[in-house]
């Protein structure tokens, strides 16, 4: 909750790509900034980012991917993995999107804060500093533990969409 008593809430992209033999992977990114800098594990998100109540979620999606990858998601058909409530109190909505990027060719978003704590030298730091194509149990143990729900929603759907086509 901020401060006002509103729910903050999130809006964010999984990209996912299939075949060549591979099988599913999905597209997270490694938080940047020095708190998750000597951290894997739980230190990964899919790209998301706040929006205000004047905002659609998919649209604040579409421009978080873009701000935190440094470039526009492909084009596709756009499946929704519903939302879920964060530990911190905020609320997150997923799409996924198939479509295979390149990781090196990310450019990310940055953010400023004071670093180090007190020194009052202000510090710019990727949003997110570096990208992979994960399977979705190297997933499960990189991301974030609210977000990793978002991965079995996916496989969910893929095997839905499977047995019925």
């Known amino acids: 909750m901020t401060v006002t008593g509103r729910t ?10 299939t075949g060549a033999g591979r099988g599913l992977e999905v597209l997270i ?5 020095p708190f998750w800098a000597r951290r894997e594990e739980a230190a ?3 790209p998301k980012g706040e ?22 998601p492909p084009e596709g058909a756009w499946v929704a993995l519903g939302e879920a409530r964060q530990a911190g109190g905020k609320t997150v909505t997923v799409w996924a999107l198939e479509g295979d990027v390149d990781p090196a060719g990310a450019v990310p ?6 670093w180090p704590r007190g020194s009052g030298r202000l510090r710019e730091f990727p949003e997110l500093d570096r990208f992979a ?3 979705p149990e190297e997933a499960a143990r990189l991301l974030v533990k609210g977000q990793r729900l978002f ?9 839905g969409a499977g047995e019925g086509g």
């Not at 991965?151 to 095997?159: G, K, P």
């Open 44 to 46: 990964w998100s899919v």
């Open 8 to 17: 903050r809430r999130s809006a964010g992209l999984l990209l996912f790509r």
């Open 29 to 33: 990114g490694h938080m940047g900034g």
């Open 51 to 72: 929006y205000t109540p004047d905002e659609e979620p998919r649209a604040a999606a579409r421009r978080e991917f873009g701000e935190e990858f440094g470039r526009p």
């Open 109 to 114: 978003g940055t953010f400023t804060m004071e």
């Open 133 to 135: 194509w994960c399977t």
């Open 151 to 159: 991965v079995d929603r996916l496989r969910e759907q893929l095997a």
